[in-house]
């Protein structure tokens, strides 16, 4: 909570999201990164909600049942109204993520039109529906003890239902958002790895988002839309690097919740664009 906040206070404050990655859980923002002291006289709400470890930010299809998990739900409707009745919270909201987190932030950005201001999307997958990703995403599923087929059904008989969960899909709707896409494209170990620290076969994350990214991109400046967009080399599926890239995006995080930010910040990201586009995003 922002310094001054009270539950009888006449104002509201805008509030950002924190959404966590897979086979994590709510803490972990607080846990690996300096955001509580980068908060401190941050005049906004934070919320960083629980969405599973392998939750996909989705109301689940189960068979053509739904039911739960319902974490679309959860976060869009049922949180957004606690903090709104008793939290003092307004309408002016950002969100982002990393990893799964950075799916959820985009999609919910994208299905939910006018909800977010601003979206961060660091190491995510960004288009669900290219060549391989399905099986991915079915896989990681797999290996947190689910059903591939519980989250979204089958990738072809339940096409209708993986689209309805593509952020790429629904490009267009992010008109007015202001973006930040981010990720690496090796998986090799990058200037913020330990020396000595080994690979593991989760780095493959970044040149795996990086892939999705680059079509969600595409369609984005297709529909006139310019994100803000950071595809560097090397560096692993790790914190450093999504603390890094949030750093990065804040000057935009409290722009587009109309918090003070000093020039020379809010200025770098745009200026980074005009660097990576020009080395064509990698």
Known sequence: MPQGWSKGARRTWPVLYLLHGGADDYTSWTRMTGIASMAEDMDAIIVMPEAGRAGNY??????GKGGAPGWETFHTSEVRRLLETGYRAGSRRA???LSMGAYGAMKYAALHRGMFRFVGAYSGVMSTRLPGIPELI???QASEGQDPQALWGDPLRNRDVWRANDPAAHARNLRGVS????????SRLGELDPPGVPWSPAHLGEPISAYTARDLIAKLRFHGIRPVVHLY?????SWPYWEREFRSSFPMILSALGLKAAQDDASAPREQENVWNLLGGT
Do not use: P
């Open 179 to 186: 973006i930040y896409i981010s990720s690496g494209t090796t």
């Open 233 to 237: 080399r090397d560096g692993t599926h």
């Open 95 to 97: 969100v982002a993520g």
């Open 138 to 140: 079915m896989n990681a």
């Open 58 to 63: 989705s109301n689940w299809y189960n068979k």
